[in-house]
């Protein structure tokens, strides 16, 4: 493809791709500290999009504002063209709903069982399901899908740090949300169970057909994961662009990431 078919197809992508979400001109200050300053993003349908940044560069920040549970300075967000800044609370549960998320540490609930632990958001959200027909069977399902289907009546402490990933994944997936937002999926795994959880990233996005935004400092995962990736320094989207278009960039901020 020419350099200018590429612009071209790229243009089209822009204009035609449905966006997931959009954030626009995103400011969040702490006292004189200027987080965010302007800050862009927007996750088209279907795709895996990376976002990396120094520690403290607000990647957290950012996440909270997006899902409300931060309120920014000034900027829009809107997630599947609703404006989250208008809306009021119960509208923001069941658009949350559409969300997944995989946060840090898991975050399971060391006294439920896995099984427990599943049932745990059908019961919370039985609204956007209607009336639940088999709990049982979408709990067992949401476990094959990851790989644990053996751990069902396991509490959390008995499983190792990746299967702890696995079932937040499964959990997180079974309100088969449009979006699932991770923060560091693979921090504190070891080489090895962190390609795992890689490759399962990929693979729900495949079979679920869902929109993710990745927040990882790991550069594999980042290379393996990601259609897009988008740097947050100094506050703005200083750059995006594929993984091998940012490493192969001579601007030294951006060099600093592929070091
Ligand atoms: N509630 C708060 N009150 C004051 N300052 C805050 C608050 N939340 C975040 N900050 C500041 O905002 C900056 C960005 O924090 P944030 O947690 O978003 O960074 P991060 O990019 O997610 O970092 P890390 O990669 O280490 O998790 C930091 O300087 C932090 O101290």
Do not use: W
Request: glycine residues 6%; contains cysteine; negative net charge.
């Amino acid at each position: 493809m020419s350099r200018l078919e590429d612009i071209q197809s790229r243009v089209e992508d822009v204009l035609t791709r449905k966006r997931m979400f959009e954030i626009r001109d995103l400011k969040k200050r702490f006292g004189s500290k200027d987080v965010l300053n302007g800050f862009n993003l927007e996750l088209f349908e279907g795709e895996n999009l990376v976002i990396m940044g120094k520690s403290g560069s607000g990647k957290s920040v950012m996440i909270k504002c997006l899902v409300g549970l931060m309120q920014p300075d000034s900027g829009s967000i809107k997630i599947m063209d609703k404006d989250i800044t208008t809306l009021n609370r119960k509208d923001l549960d069941e658009l949350r709903t559409e969300i997944g998320f995989l946060f840090q540490g898991s975050a399971l609930y060391d006294s439920m069982t896995v099984r427990e632990n599943l049932e745990f958001p059908l019961r919370r959200h039985k609204r956007k399901l209607g009336v639940i027909g088999d709990t049982d069977q979408l709990v067992e399902e949401a476990l094959e899908n990851v790989g644990l289907l053996s751990t069902i009546d396991l509490m959390p402490a008995e499983l190792s740090g990746g299967m702890q990933r696995r079932v937040a994944l499964a959990r997180a997936l079974i309100l088969r949300p449009k979006i699932i937002l991770y923060d560091e999926p693979t921090s504190g795994l070891d080489p090895i169970t962190a390609k795992e959880i890689v490759e399962l990233m990929r693979r729900v996005q495949r079979q679920y057909q869902t929109s993710s935004l990745i927040i990882t400092h790991d550069i594999d995962c980042a290379r393996v994961v990601s259609e897009r990736i988008v740097l947050l320094v100094d506050g703005v989207d200083y750059a995006q662009g594929t993984f091998e278009e940012l490493a192969a960039s001579d601007d030294e901020k951006i060099q600093a990431f592929f070091k």
